[in-house]
């Protein structure tokens, strides 16, 4: 049997009938297309909330929303998802009644606690999931829905943070045997007992992940309302291209200092089974898109430029604190005491620093600084605020000193100066730390000299 695509849709892709239209015509377009992962409705609008996020909100009776002083009761929500769902299926003119009733049956459930919240948060997939397979039907394909309750989506773990169970590989892998198309809906699945239980937020990208593992997918495409991987963030360099290739490892390096790609974590069954990903724009389903790929042959040195905002340098002197090999992880303990997330630290034979993000230290920087006056005793203790790390990252650096010597010429040249600088650990990607005030020159800057 020829090997399957997986097509994951996010919920901007499906958050009304013209989009769930175009997803249609996409699926259609390549037989090998057959299972389809779908996120809930997005937002339809920009001042509308997502389906998941009304679900929520009936779900903890209004304080999922209070929380975040947006004003909308329990039953607003009720009232906008029933509509939402009944527009969607009106405009696509299908068969609606009994979807719309098994939604609100289901908007009643008795249960209590994280597993009503669970099975609410889940609702917003699972009846989009029906919906578009009735809608593929009615356009002439053969389409079905395979509902984590009936293909055994097996999860383990929190109600609300759960993840793939073991077994659910080898049911899942079975999907492609049955012809035609396979509509599955992500975020959640039946623990053990038979209940439902979320994923992370975002979790249909890892829906989409694990079920293309299961099936040795030959491509897990990922779907979205952007064109793939930026090389810097368009909105402040607008020239900037969808990067066509990357690997694995330069899309972490990538995501996790400032690019807002998809759900990390969905990427790692994939990586596992080297199924390359695509992310691809529903908008605009003729631009390639970026793919991520096990490895591949740079004929670069820099594929992208991620830039990191809001982070502070603590900063710590002690005498022969290089030497002492409990300082560090000391002080890691204590950082992760106060919740403070570290993204890099930089140490040398006196004195260290670490990158936090510095709105973990609003109202703890004080208690922070007396506790590890007292743990470590530091000869001296600064914390500047306000910097920015830019990062330019790309397998051709390795063993190209160039792209690095450039950067620092041309920042230099500016009069900008480096805060902080170093290169990472597997020599793909160097760390250039400024002041935020001059961020956007010197992404610029850089991106002229190393990119554009
Ligand atoms: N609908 C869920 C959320 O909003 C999951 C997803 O969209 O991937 O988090």
Same mark, same amino acid.
């Not at 299926?89 to 009643?108: G, S």
């Not at 005793?377 to 790390?389: G, R």
């Given at each position: 049997?020829?090997?399957?695509?997986?097509?994951?849709?996010?919920?901007?892709?499906?958050?009304?009938?013209?989009?769930i239209?175009?997803?249609?015509?996409?699926?259609?377009?390549?037989?090998?297309?057959? *299972?389809?992962?779908?996120?809930?409705?997005?937002?339809?609008?920009?001042?509308? $909330?997502?389906i998941?996020?009304?679900?929520?909100n009936?779900?903890?009776?209004?304080? #999922?929303?209070?929380?975040?002083?947006?004003?909308?009761?329990?039953?607003?929500?009720?009232?906008?998802?029933?509509?939402?769902?009944?527009?969607?299926?009106?405009?696509?003119?299908?068969?609606?009644?009994? %979807?719309?009733?098994?939604?609100? #049956?289901?908007?009643?459930?008795? !249960?209590?606690?994280?597993?009503?919240?669970?099975? %609410?948060?889940?609702?917003?997939?699972h009846?989009?999931?029906?919906l578009?397979?009735?809608?593929? &039907?009615?356009?002439?394909?053969?389409?079905?829905?395979?509902?984590? =309750?009936?293909? =055994?989506?097996?999860?383990?773990? #929190?109600?609300?943070?759960?993840?793939?169970?073991?077994?659910?590989?080898?049911?899942?892998?079975? @999907?492609?045997?049955?012809?035609?198309?396979?509509?599955?809906?992500?975020?959640?699945?039946?623990?053990l007992?038979?209940?439902?239980?979320?994923?992370?937020?975002?979790?249909s990208? @890892?829906?989409?992940?694990?079920?293309?593992?299961?099936?040795?997918?030959?491509?897990y495409?990922?779907?979205?309302?952007?064109?793939?991987?930026?090389?810097?963030?368009?909105?402040?360099?607008?020239?900037?291209?969808?990067i066509?290739r990357?690997?694995?490892? =330069?899309i972490r390096? !990538?995501?996790?200092?400032?690019?807002?790609?998809?759900?990390? &974590?969905?990427?790692?069954?994939?990586?596992?089974?080297?199924?390359?990903?695509?992310?691809?724009?529903?908008?605009?389903?003729?631009?390639?898109?970026?793919?991520?790929?096990?490895?591949?042959?740079? =004929?670069?040195?820099?594929?992208?430029?991620?830039?990191?905002?809001?982070?502070?340098? %603590?900063?710590?002197?002690?005498?022969?604190?290089?030497?002492?090999?409990?300082?560090?992880?000391?002080?890691?303990?204590?950082?992760?005491?106060?919740? *403070?997330?570290?993204?890099?630290?930089?140490?040398?034979?006196?004195?260290?620093?670490?990158?936090?993000?510095?709105?973990?230290?609003?109202?703890? *920087?004080?208690? !922070?600084?007396?506790?590890? $006056?007292?743990?470590?005793?530091p000869?001296?203790?600064?914390?500047?605020?306000?910097?920015?790390?830019?990062?330019?990252?790309g397998?051709?650096?390795?063993?190209?000193?160039?792209?690095?010597?450039?950067?620092?010429?041309?920042?230099?040249?500016?009069?900008?100066? *480096?805060?902080?600088?170093?290169?990472?650990?597997s020599?793909?990607?160097?760390?250039?730390?400024?002041?935020?005030?001059?961020?956007?020159?010197?992404?610029?800057?850089?991106?002229?000299?190393?990119?554009?």
């Amino acid at each position: 049997m020829d090997k399957v695509v997986v097509s994951k849709f996010g919920g901007s892709s499906l958050a009304n009938a013209r989009q769930i239209e175009k997803v249609r015509d996409i699926v259609r377009g390549d037989v090998k297309r057959r *299972i389809v992962v779908v996120s809930a409705p997005g937002k339809a609008r920009a001042d509308e $909330e997502k389906i998941t996020d009304h679900l929520i909100n009936i779900a903890t009776n209004g304080s #999922h929303f209070r929380d975040q002083r947006i004003n909308i009761s329990p039953s607003d929500s009720r009232d906008a998802v029933v509509k939402r769902f009944s527009e969607i299926m009106a405009d696509l003119e299908i068969e609606e009644q009994d %979807l719309v009733d098994a939604l609100k #049956h289901d908007l009643d459930t008795d !249960l209590e606690g994280d597993k009503r919240i669970a099975f %609410l948060a889940s609702r917003g997939e699972h009846y989009n999931a029906r919906l578009i397979a009735r809608f593929f &039907e009615q356009s002439g394909m053969n389409a079905r829905a395979a509902l984590p =309750e009936d293909i =055994e989506f097996r999860v383990e773990g #929190h109600y609300l943070g759960a993840r793939i169970h073991e077994s659910s590989y080898a049911h899942l892998a079975k @999907l492609p045997e049955t012809p035609g198309i396979i509509v599955i809906p992500g975020y959640y699945g039946v623990n053990l007992e038979g209940e439902v239980a979320v994923l992370s937020r975002g979790g249909s990208d @890892l829906t989409g992940g694990e079920v293309a593992k299961a099936v040795n997918a030959a491509i897990y495409e990922n779907w979205t309302d952007v064109s793939g991987v930026f090389e810097a963030d368009p909105r402040q360099i607008p020239e900037a291209r969808a990067i066509p290739r990357l690997t694995f490892k =330069e899309i972490r390096l !990538l995501s996790c200092k400032g690019f807002n790609v998809f759900h990390l &974590e969905a990427m790692l069954p994939c990586k596992e089974q080297k199924i390359p990903i695509h992310i691809r724009n529903t908008n605009k389903p003729r631009e390639p898109g970026t793919v991520i790929l096990f490895e591949r042959v740079p =004929e670069e040195g820099i594929v992208g430029i991620a830039r990191l905002d809001n982070v502070a340098y %603590l900063y710590l002197e002690k005498d022969l604190l290089g030497e002492e090999a409990g300082f560090i992880a000391d002080l890691l303990r204590i950082l992760e005491e106060f919740g *403070i997330h570290c993204y890099h630290y930089p140490t040398d034979k006196d004195d260290m620093a670490i990158l936090v993000n510095q709105d973990d230290l609003t109202g703890t *920087i004080n208690d !922070l600084r007396r506790r590890i $006056e007292q743990t470590l005793n530091p000869d001296y203790m600064d914390v500047v605020y306000n910097l920015s790390i830019l990062t330019p990252v790309g397998l051709g650096l390795k063993g190209n000193s160039y792209p690095i010597v450039d950067s620092l010429r041309v920042l230099g040249d500016a009069h900008i100066s *480096i805060e902080m600088m170093d290169q990472s650990p597997s020599q793909i990607c160097f760390h250039i730390g400024v002041q935020q005030a001059v961020a956007d020159e010197a992404l610029r800057i850089l991106y002229d000299a190393l990119i554009g």
